[in-house]
C-alpha cells in the first residue's frame, strides 16, 4: 500500500491538485480571518465604542430631520425605505411605540440598545441604529478576497513556474545535446513525470550515440579494409603482370621455366580471385562469411622457410640482393590463416622492391621468444626514392593481419634503415591435441 501511494504522490497530476488543494484551504482561512475575526475584532473592540455610539446617535437625528421634512406620518416613517437606500453604511431599526412600551414594561426586557424618540406627524416611534453596518464589513471582506487569492496564487503559481523551469531547462539540455554533440548529458531531478521524460531522452540519447559510434567504426573499418584489399591487390597483380610479360616477349624460355612462370601467374591470379571474393562478400553482400576464415594448424618453421624462400627469390629476379636465409627449425605449431600471412609478407616484400637499396644486401634474421617464433627483416633506404605514392596502408595491413593471427609486429626505421619484426604465436602441444579435425593442414 505504502509503495502504490509513493507511486501515486510522485506523479505531477497528484502534486499539483495537492498543492492547489492547500491553496485552496489557505486562501479559504486566510479570507476568514480577515473578513471575520480580524474585521469583528475591529469594529467590535471596546475602544471604539464611543465612536459606533456618537455615529448611532448621529444617524437617529439625521432620519428625525428627514421624518420632520417630509412630514412623515408614523406608518410612513416605519415603512419608509428611502433613507435606508440613502444611507446604506447604517442599519436602522424602528419599532412603534407601544410596541416599545410593552417590551420596556416586561420583567425580561434588557436595554442593551438606545432607542430615541422620533416624533411624527401623528405621533412618535422609537428608533435606534446598528454601526458598523454592511458598509463597513464590504471593505473587509473585500481585502480577505484579495488576501486569500494573493495566497492562492503564492503557493500554486511558485509550484507551476517551478514546474515550467524543469519544462524549460530538459528542452534547453536537449538543444544544448542535439547543437554541440555528445559530451552534454540530460539530467533532470525528481521522480515525477518530467523527470522520467528526461531519463528517456537520455536512454535515446545515449542509445543514439552507441549507434552513431559503431556506425563511424563500421565505416572506417570498412574504408580501412576497402583501402587494404584494394593495395593487396595491385602486389599480386603487378607479379601477375610481371609473369605474363616474360611468357610473351622471351621466346627462348625452356619448357621447364615456361610452366614455372606460368604456374607462378596461375598462383598470383587465384591469390587475387580470393581477395576479390573477400571483398565482395565483406561491403558488396554486406556479410562477412565467417566459416571461410579458418586458421589452419601448420609447422611454422617449414611455413616461413617456404615463405621467405619464394618472396627473396622474386627479389633476386628483380636484382635485390639477399643475404643468406635463415633456416628454421620444424616442430613449432602455429594456428594461423595462411591467407592473411601469405598477404603479410608480400605486402612486406613489395614495399621492399619499392623502397630498399638494390645495392646493399637485405638482412633476414631469425628471432625467437619463449611463445613466439619470429623474423626480423632489415634493409637500406634508397638515396633516391622511386616515385611511387604511398598511402602508408602496406604496414598498416601488415600489423592488422598479423595482430589477427595472434602475432605482433614492431617495426623500427630511421632516414636510412627501415626494419620489421614479425611474431607468430606457438601453440604448446597439448593445445594442438585439442584442435577440431578441421584445423589440421
Not at 504522490?9 to 475575526?37: P, T
Not at 469594529?43 to 412623515?72: C, G, H, I, M
Not at 503557493?155 to 524543469?166: D, L, Q, S
Not at 612462370?261 to 580471385?273: D, G, R, S
Amino acid at each position: 500500500m505504502s509503495e502504490k501511494f509513493k507511486l501515486v504522490s510522485q506523479k505531477l497530476g497528484v502534486k499539483l491538485l495537492a498543492v492547489a488543494a492547500f491553496a485552496f484551504i489557505l486562501a479559504w482561512l486566510g479570507h476568514y480571518l480577515v473578513s471575520d475575526v480580524a474585521a469583528e475584532w475591529f469594529f467590535y473592540n471596546p475602544k471604539f465604542d464611543t465612536y459606533w455610539e456618537t455615529k448611532s446617535y448621529v444617524a437617529v437625528q439625521d432620519f428625525q430631520k428627514y421624518v420632520t421634512e417630509r412630514n412623515l406620518s408614523m406608518q410612513e416613517a416605519l415603512t419608509d425605505t428611502v433613507w435606508n437606500k440613502q444611507n446604506a453604511n447604517i442599519i436602522l431599526f424602528t419599532e412603534p411605540a407601544y410596541s416599545y412600551e410593552e417590551k420596556k414594561a416586561s420583567s425580561a426586557f434588557e436595554d442593551e440598545d438606545t432607542y430615541e424618540v422620533i416624533y411624527c406627524s401623528d405621533g412618535f416611534i422609537y428608533a435606534t441604529s446598528y454601526l458598523p453596518g454592511d458598509f463597513y464589513f464590504f471593505g473587509w471582506n473585500m481585502i480577505g478576497l484579495c488576501v486569500g487569492v494573493f495566497l492562492f496564487l503564492g503557493i500554486v503559481m511558485p509550484f507551476n513556474a517551478y514546474t515550467i523551469h524543469r519544462i524549460n531547462k530538459l528542452y534547453q539540455q536537449v538543444l544544448l545535446s542535439s547543437q554541440s554533440g555528445r559530451n552534454n548529458c540530460i539530467e533532470i531531478s525528481g521522480k515525477d513525470e518530467i523527470a522520467k521524460l528526461g531519463n528517456e531522452i537520455e536512454t535515446m540519447r545515449i542509445s543514439l550515440l552507441s549507434l552513431l559510434e559503431n556506425e563511424e567504426k563500421m565505416r572506417s573499418e570498412s574504408e580501412q579494409m576497402v583501402a587494404s584489399l584494394s593495395h593487396d591487390l595491385r602486389t599480386p597483380l603487378t607479379k601477375l603482370t610481371g609473369y605474363l610479360e616474360i611468357l610473351i616477349h622471351k621466346k627462348n624460355l625452356t619448357e621447364f621455366e615456361h610452366e614455372r612462370y606460368l604456374t607462378k601467374a596461375v598462383e598470383k591470379a587465384q591469390q587475387m580471385k580470393l581477395l576479390t571474393d573477400e571483398l565482395f562478400q565483406n561491403f558488396v553482400a554486406g556479410t562477412e562469411n565467417k566459416s571461410d576464415y579458418l586458421k589452419e594448424l601448420i609447422d611454422g618453421g617449414e611455413f616461413l622457410n617456404q615463405v621467405l624462400y619464394e618472396e627473396c627469390s622474386e627479389l633476386e629476379t628483380d636484382g635485390f640482393l639477399v643475404n643468406h636465409l635463415p633456416v628454421f627449425c620444424s616442430g613449432y605449431f602455429c594456428c594461423l590463416h595462411i591467407g592473411d600471412i601469405r598477404r603479410a609478407f608480400d605486402n612486406i616484400f613489395s614495399n621492399l622492391q619499392k623502397y630498399a637499396d638494390p645495392k646493399i644486401p637485405i638482412k633476414i634474421t631469425e628471432a625467437k621468444q619463449h611463445d613466439k617464433i619470429g623474423v626480423i627483416i632489415e634493409n637500406s633506404k634508397r638515396k633516391h626514392p622511386l616515385n611511387f605514392a604511398s598511402h602508408k596502408i602496406g604496414l598498416m595491413t601488415v600489423a592488422t593481419l598479423v595482430e589477427q593471427n595472434g602475432g605482433t609486429v614492431n617495426i623500427k626505421q630511421d632516414s636510412t634503415t627501415f626494419s620489421i619484426e614479425i611474431f607468430l604465436p606457438i601453440m604448446p602441444a597439448s593445445e594442438c591435441d585439442k584442435l577440431p579435425q578441421s584445423y589440421l593442414l
